[in-house]
């Protein structure tokens, strides 16, 4: 179990690697990656006249990778409950099943699901209030081994977080971060996902013309766990359009 567990990493590192040479992907903070506005571009349409706005947006981020990840979605809004989904694939050989929602924060709930082509995700939803707005009444942290946030803007290198702990899952632990316009999600991994080496996996649009995000593997550290971690940004010209229609 541990061969096909790793191995499935592997494969995504080796694909990311190749991808690299070919399209010169740039390992860039999300950043370096925005229009001048701080949008990431390409991602609202242009508004159609007597259409409702929020009803034309694309938010779906989903995963390039090569391997069996490939297309698989990574983010998500729910416009009738107007919650944000954080998703992040759960390598094979890994079940992480809690469901339930984060301490004093009972609207921000979390489950595993299943997507169409049976693959199993971790999934966190978040309503739009707390991206739009931001979450300051939380207290801001990096990575759990005291890393920054990989590819976050510039000034992100911590965020306000949530975070949980699940003994009876391998002590896997779970952290959200949310930041105004921004959100991340890190899950750790159990030892025998251990890699020596992070990689990074671009998160893109329906029609994979612009980067929507990242999913990262952050190595072990010392007694630090490995995990996966889930980044964007919500784009300004979406954001402006969904603080209207929800009247935030």
Do not use: W
Not at 12 to 38: F, M, P, R, W, Y
Request: glycine letters at 8%; a neutral charge.
């Amino acid at each position: 179990m541990k061969k096909i567990f790793t191995a499935t990493l592997l494969i995504s590192s080796v694909l990311l690697l190749t991808n690299c040479g070919k399209e010169h992907i740039k390992q860039s903070s999300l950043a370096e990656t925005t229009n001048t506005d701080g949008s990431l571009g390409g991602i609202t349409p242009t508004p159609q006249p007597g259409v409702d706005p929020v009803s034309q947006l694309d938010f779906k981020g989903r995963i390039e990778s090569g391997d069996t990840n490939n297309n698989a979605l990574a983010f998500d809004f729910d416009k009738s409950r107007g919650e944000f989904i954080i998703m992040i694939p759960m390598p094979s050989g890994f079940l992480f099943t809690p469901s339930g929602s984060f301490n004093n924060r009972p609207d921000i709930t979390f489950s595993p699901i299943i997507d169409s082509d049976g693959r199993m995700k971790f999934a966190v939803r978040v309503p739009v209030k707390y991206i739009l707005k931001g979450a300051t009444f939380l207290p801001p942290a990096s990575l759990p081994n005291g890393d920054p946030l990989p590819k976050m803007p510039a000034g992100y290198g911590e965020l306000p977080s949530l975070g949980l702990t699940f003994p009876q899952h391998d002590n896997t632990q779970i952290t959200l971060y949310i930041g105004i316009n921004a959100v991340g999600l890190f899950v750790t991994l159990p030892d025998k996902a251990a890699l020596p080496f992070g990689f990074t996996l671009p998160v893109k649009n329906s029609d994979k013309s612009k980067t929507f995000g990242y999913l990262s593997y952050v190595p072990k550290k010392g007694t630090y766990a490995p995990g996966l971690f889930v980044s964007t940004l919500i784009p300004a010209s979406m954001a402006r359009i969904l603080e209207d229609y929800f009247h935030l």
